[in-house]
């Protein structure tokens, strides 16, 4: 009895015995960079098995660095709150706003609408608008907000495109979280490594021109391979064929054979008839639900507007072919200012009838996602306790033995082995653990660090093929009721031939955009983050 009771208690198990399982590490390695590895393994175990939830994992840092020596509470607890956080922080805000004015839901039925009713089309009129919505909010959000509509589309289509259809909502949503640094935690975790070094060109403008053109590439990588998997591939010519044979049996009514030929092509014609009327219900019923919504509210207009009012901020900050307005002001101002500032403005101006604000305190409340916070600062502070102790250091001397590879070759084995550790751990968590090993690897090495650490950081958040890689893909597998290994067959593909595609997109576009092939004057030792290597 007690052995099967500790089985099914197996992570409460594990969570007491793995602390003393790695306590010969810091006792046998006295350095300080064994204590920051011990702490550095005992959260990465915890994030991969989820023994504990994984923002409450990235609070650990708060309760050992402490008394490991690595840092103070009070330098731990700063990390919590960085400009990164705080941009994530002001950009929710909008995105909460924008979701309760219900124009999140206009504009998927908008382009519902606009794409057409036959399978291949609403396939791409689902990830259209879910990918476009993840650049901006949460794609847990948008997901959550489509998967209703499309149990309504899959009651008039038929419920033999449902795997094909959750899976494109989940795809389009972690593929559209790669088109701004907002979109997703590990793009704001890069931004928050990269923007420790002076001069580096990382901004939001500048991320955009280089992930927005690569999400859509992948978006529509994404839709082909769907319908590859589930949709047969000329189902247009057979119609036609199907017709034009039709005509010609009319005309020799008098031959048995033709007559024969005749009804089994009439048969097909009742079929394509029948898709047809299908096709015609899903309009009508997409035509409805956006004539529920009615004429668009002053709610909506003013979300979208000051929607538009932060994007241009963002975009007009320090694009850096013109005098941008931060250029204007005091240094420092980042792109959390923006956001915050239009976050404001939604708390304080009244819309509708009754004249409350766009924005109030306990809507943010209840659906800030307080975790992604906390998730953000936990890998924050574990990477400066990390350059402390001189963990970073130590570990890029260990893989500067990887010298003698050639650049393109270990990009690619860096790529691979994110994306594998990105199927079964938080993409979040991945990126906390590897980008500043891969800082310091790329300043050992003499390499651009966007070399290594951009298609890094895009390739965490292309999981496509377990149900735990990201929030996406649990909800679409709740949601649609298919086997894990359905989820399996269909994203590897997807999943290698998208991180090909980011590789290939980093060495062609990012490397001019971004001066990729030489080591720059911001990522010199002179600079911030090198300061560690000086003092170890």
Known sequence: MILPRLFRRWKLLLLVVLPFALLPLPLLWTAPAARCLYVLMLMGVCWLLELLPIPATALIPVVLFPPLGIMTTAQTSMYYMKSSCMLFVGGLMVAIAIEHSNFHRRVGLKVLLMVGSSPRRVLLGFMLPTALLSMWISNTASTAMMIPILEAVLTELG???RNMMMLAIAYAANVGGTGTVIG??????????????????????????????????????AWIWLQILFLPICCNKAKTKDVETVESSETKQNNLEKMETLETN?????????????????????ETKYKQLGPMSEEEYAAFSLFLLLVFLWLSRSPGFVTGWADLLPPGCGDATPAVFVALIM??????????????????????????????????????????????????????????LEAELLRILICLLVSLITQVASNAATASMLLPVLLQLCQQLRINPLFLMLPATLTSSLAFMLPVST??????????????????????????????????????????????????????PSNTSLSSASRC
């Open 159 to 161: 419920a033999e495109h």
């Open 184 to 221: 997703t935690p590990p793009n704001l975790i890069m931004f928050e490594f990269i923007s420790k070094l002076d001069g580096q060109p990382i901004t939001f403008g500048s991320w955009m021109v280089f992930s927005a053109p690569l999400m859509i590439i992948n978006l529509i990588i």
């Open 266 to 286: 009439q048969n097909d014609l009742e079929k394509i008839e029948c898709v047809e009327t299908k096709q015609d219900d899903v309009r009508k019923l997409l």
């Open 347 to 404: 708390f304080a101006i009244p819309v509708g009838a009754d004249g409350q604000p766009l924005l109030n305190w306990k809507l943010v409340q209840s659906k800030l996602a307080w975790g992604v916070i906390i998730l953000l600062g936990g890998g924050f502070a574990l990477a400066e306790g990390a350059d402390r102790s001189c963990l970073t250091v130590w570990v890029g001397e260990q893989l500067a033995r990887l010298e003698g």
């Open 471 to 524: 929030a996406p893909n649990a909800i679409v597998f709740a949601a649609s009721g298919m086997k894990t290994s359905d989820m399996i067959k269909a994203g590897a593909g997807l999943t290698l031939i998208s991180m090909f595609v980011t590789v290939g997109w980093t060495e062609l576009v990012g490397a001019p955009i971004f001066n990729m092939d030489e080591f720059p004057e911001w990522a010199f």
